[in-house]
């Protein structure tokens, strides 16, 4: 079995908590002066709180995120997002700063895949190109031939060779949405995202019936009972961008809930109704995501920490598929 490499993440010095810390009145303008101070970059996912949002240089997907981190100038890269987007920022820019507001904000996607069964798993397809989709840790990346963000992924597969066998992971979900667009027999790892999974087909039909002309517009990490009734099927940005191109007037959401602020302040005379779960809970919310606020960001900025710290070996296995995503999406 291949080796395996390992990631790590560290604070060189605990954060003092919140309570202890007396923080600006107006964390806006506060943020602000840090972010000059240290010639740094804010980037946020759509699924932050809306305030961190506000705040960010940049919001975007895994895939406008990853090109921007790719291609910033600043000294310092504050990731308002979850772990492997901070791991990415961290894998492509080895000599910057890149902080992360809370080590805790995970992915149950990422989680889904631990790296000693991916590597066992690898083994039973020797001949396959491996496509693992960005939602995972470092070390899945380094044993990945290519990276694919829910943006690229059909025009990534599109371009491998036909006469090989192709491992998908680690959502099953997107995987089998890839297969159906391409034509593809995808071998896929059995991963998925808490969130995504939660949407009640139910309660969406339900929705469609109080609300007729609303279109549905579902995130392919959905499972596919849900994407049989959307209108519209695409990655955050590219649900973003027909929201705002479409003619109708309301939308039913099926995908995490923060994307609605930014659906919202591009087309505020439209209706966004965002996709219930199954249990009446707000289980569409992602736990991880919201772990980031507007405090933590406003400390990580102000003590440098947590930073993201990689092993070189594993940042320069997992830059290759970066890299190749990078070039096969122009």
């Known amino acids: 079995m291949e080796e395996l490499l390992t990631t790590v993440f560290t604070t060189a010095k605990p954060i003092p908590s919140q309570a202890s810390n007396s923080l600006p009145k107006d964390l806006f303008s506060a943020i602000n002066e840090l972010k000059k ?84 798993f690898k083994t039973q397809y020797p001949d ?5 989709y960005i939602n995972c840790t470092a070390d899945i990346k380094a044993m990945s031939d290519v990276i694919c963000t829910s943006s690229n992924a059909v025009k990534i597969v599109n371009q491998l060779p036909k006469d090989r066998p ?16 391409t034509g593809r027999d995808l071998i896929l790892w059995q991963g998925s995202c808490i969130v995504h999974e939660t949407f009640s087909e139910r309660r969406i039909v339900q929705l469609k019936i109080e609300h ?38 309301s939308f039913i959401v099926a995908t995490e809930p923060g994307i609605i602020h930014q659906m919202q302040k591009e087309a505020p005379n439209k209706t966004f109704i965002p996709a219930p779960a199954m249990n009446n809970c707000a289980c569409n919310e992602c736990p991880y995501m919201r772990l980031n606020t507007l405090e933590k960001l406003y400390l990580a900025m102000k003590h440098k920490q947590p930073e993201i710290i990689m092993d070189e070996s594993t940042r320069k296995a997992a830059l290759k598929p970066i890299q190749r995503m990078l070039e096969m999406s122009k």
Not at 79 to 90: I, L, P, Q, S, Y
Request: with cysteine; aromatic share 6%; proline share 7%.
């Open 212 to 249: 007729p002309s609303a279109e549905i517009i579902a995130h392919p990490e959905c499972e596919e009972p849900v994407l049989r009734h959307a209108n519209y099927i695409g990655s955050t940005t590219a649900l973003l961008k027909y929201s705002q191109q479409s003619p109708q007037d």
């Open 128 to 132: 396959a190109i491996v496509v693992s």
């Open 37 to 120: 101070e240290l010639k740094a970059v804010i980037l946020a996912h759509y699924y932050q709180d809306p305030d961190i949002q506000d705040i960010a240089d940049y919001i975007g997907d895994s895939l406008g995120l990853s090109q921007q981190a790719a291609t910033t100038d600043k000294e310092v890269i504050v990731f308002a997002g979850v772990h492997f987007m901070a791991e990415t920022a961290k894998i492509l820019n080895p000599d910057k700063l890149v902080l992360l507001p809370d080590l805790e904000a995970g992915c149950s996607l990422a989680d889904s895949c631990p790296p000693e069964e991916f590597a066992q």
């Open 166 to 181: 192709i491992i998908f992971g680690p959502d099953r979900n997107l995987g089998r949405y890839v297969a159906q667009q």
